[in-house]
């Protein structure tokens, strides 16, 4: 069994920055991606940005220049976000795509989610 434990979300006004963190432990032989997904009341879940091995990223377009994915290194990620907006007010999920010890399919995991909430 795999976890993702997430951390670093709370309440900061508009401008304001953010670093969440998302930490992988339990029967992992490698981690092909991790990414952050978040869900704002309403609506569907999305992708806020991914990492491959090798550090290629992804960002959705509404986040581009303002937030940054990294990994220090196999098991944990990291959102630093910025110059925040009342739209990034969500749920945000860490997510990783794990080959478990034994196993040659991966598989899809998910933290429980951390709040961000952008208010004056």
């Known amino acids: 069994q795999v976890q993702l434990v997430e951390s670093g979300g709370g309440l900061v006004q508009p401008g304001g920055s953010l670093r969440l963190s998302c930490a992988a432990s339990?029967?992992?032989?490698?981690?092909?991606?991790m990414g952050w997904y978040r869900q704002a009341p309403g609506k569907e879940r999305e992708l806020v940005a991914v990492?491959?091995?090798?550090?290629?990223t992804n960002y959705a377009d509404s986040v581009k220049g303002r937030f940054t994915i990294s990994r220090d290194n196999a098991k944990t990620v990291y959102l630093q976000m910025n110059s925040l907006k009342h739209e990034d007010t969500a749920i945000y999920y860490c997510?990783?795509?794990?080959?478990?010890?034994?196993?040659?399919?991966?598989?899809?995991?998910w933290g429980q989610g951390t709040q961000v909430t952008v208010s004056s």
């Open positions: 997510n990783a795509v794990v080959f478990t010890s034994g196993s040659y399919n991966p598989t899809n995991y």
């Open positions: 339990g029967s992992i032989f490698s981690i092909n991606v």
């Open positions: 990492i491959k091995n090798g550090g290629r």
